[in-house]
């Protein structure tokens, strides 16, 4: 791997601060998981391009650059595995909300529910926001185990919320204040 910034946050995995280089592994890793991440992101698309991954994280940078949204790629060793991220910030009223992913061959490892706690730190100590949310299709089950392992609570189900080209989504919203993460921070040590 070239140089880059990165955060351990468990062994043999990082957080790593993405640079438009990244956009090809990027692109290849989700051509690679295509089918286990559509049926929850509606955001990718089949005939997507290197030249879209090199957009967005164009875009992502410059978010970071006016505060409004904050990328980190995942990386497991060398191999880029995912990603999560912090968007639609509101610094007015202090609030993000959290968004993520990760490849098939790494479910279930604790490493989705480690990388999501350590933005919420990272959001709630360095960029001193008050609410995060997560917002998550009902049929998610594995991001509302995320979500409740990292402290989140369901406040409700959005009905029809999302449009996926064929048909509406429901959506689950889950939030963790602040003061509620430090609070189960300190129940689970």
């Given at each position: 791997m070239k140089y880059h910034l990165s955060i351990e946050v468990m062994p043999q995995v990082k957080l790593v601060q993405p640079e438009l280089y990244m956009a090809e592994e990027l692109y290849y890793t989700i051509k690679e998981n295509f089918v286990h991440l559509a049926q929850f992101l509606d955001f990718l698309k089949e005939d997507m391009t290197i030249a879209d991954e090199s957009a967005y994280l164009k875009m992502m940078l410059q978010q970071?650059?006016?505060?409004?949204?904050?990328?980190?790629?995942?990386?497991?060793?060398?191999?880029?595995?995912?990603?999560?991220?912090?968007?639609?910030?509101?610094?007015?009223?202090?609030?993000?909300?959290?968004?993520?992913?990760?490849?098939?061959?790494?479910?279930?490892?604790?490493?989705?529910?480690?990388?999501?706690?350590?933005?919420?730190?990272?959001?709630?100590?360095?960029?001193?926001?008050?609410?995060?949310?997560?917002?998550?299709?009902?049929?998610?089950?594995?991001?509302?185990?995320?979500?409740?392992?990292?402290?989140?609570?369901?406040?409700?189900?959005?009905?029809?919320?999302?449009?996926?080209?064929?048909?509406?989504?429901?959506m689950n919203r889950y939030i963790l204040l602040r003061k509620d993460y430090f609070q189960h921070r300190s129940q689970v040590r």
């Open positions: 970071q650059v006016e505060n409004k949204g904050r990328l980190f790629l995942i990386y497991h060793n060398d191999k880029l595995i995912g990603t999560v991220d912090l968007h639609k910030i509101d610094n007015q009223n202090k609030k993000a909300e959290i968004g993520y992913w990760i490849a098939k061959g790494y479910t279930g490892k604790s490493i989705i529910t480690t990388c999501v706690n350590y933005i919420c730190e990272f959001s709630f100590e360095v960029m001193g926001l008050n609410k995060l949310i997560i917002m998550a299709d009902i049929r998610n089950k594995a991001s509302k185990k995320v979500a409740e392992k990292v402290g989140f609570t369901f406040v409700a189900t959005d009905v029809e919320d999302v449009f996926d080209g064929e048909s509406y989504r429901d």
